[in-house]
């Protein structure tokens, strides 16, 4: 867990605490959001490991969560994960392991129809033939 939540966890739980204990503490939640929001600005504004949180400090962070809900909604509401346009999720999700340096590749077959028309394939020969024996294309 990231060290900022377990701060912002352990701020807000103290700070629960001594607001069900006095209502003056009320006032304290009200500046320390502020200060918190900052803070977290500056972590953001400063780290090195997400280029857009670092450019967008605070607002970064709901693509982290929209990316984190998008399977979620994904599954039951939208499409499946061939169908987008101009670049489904599958090639996507290629494309965001490869720029990690992460294996971009999955086991256990595939989500695409090759029954389908129009899909294309090459199958490996048992009893290859003699290159000598094929013919020039014209």
């Given at each position: 867990?990231?060290?900022?939540?377990?701060?912002?966890?352990?701020?807000?739980?103290?700070?629960?605490?001594?607001?069900?204990?006095?209502?003056?503490?009320?006032?304290?939640?009200?500046?320390?959001?502020?200060?918190?929001?900052?803070?977290?600005?500056?972590?953001?504004?400063?780290?090195?490991?997400?280029?857009?949180?670092?450019?967008?400090?605070?607002?970064?962070?709901?693509?982290?969560?929209?990316?984190?809900?998008?399977?979620?909604?994904?599954?039951?509401?939208?499409?499946?994960?061939?169908?987008?346009?101009?670049?489904?999720?599958?090639?996507?999700?290629?494309?965001?392991?490869?720029a990690d340096k992460t294996e971009?590749?999955?086991?256990?077959?595939?989500?695409?129809?090759?029954?389908?028309?129009?899909?294309?394939?090459m199958n490996h020969s048992i009893?290859?033939?003699?290159?000598?024996?094929?013919?020039?294309?014209?």
């Amino acid at each position: 867990m990231k060290l900022w939540l377990i701060i912002l966890i352990i701020g807000f739980t103290v700070l629960g605490g001594l607001l069900a204990f006095q209502v003056h503490w009320f006032w304290s939640l009200v500046l320390l959001i502020p200060i918190g929001l900052i803070s977290l600005w500056l972590y953001d504004f400063t780290q090195n490991e997400s280029a857009v949180r670092r450019n967008f400090p605070l607002v970064g962070r709901f693509r982290d969560v929209a990316a984190w809900m998008r399977p979620k909604i994904h599954q039951y509401f939208v499409e499946s994960d061939t169908e987008g346009r101009p670049f489904d999720k599958t090639q996507r999700d290629i494309v965001y392991h490869r720029a990690d340096k992460t294996e971009d590749t999955s086991a256990f077959g595939t989500l695409l129809d090759v029954y389908e028309e129009g899909y294309e394939w090459m199958n490996h020969s048992i009893a290859p033939i003699d290159y000598r024996n094929i013919e020039e294309p014209r």
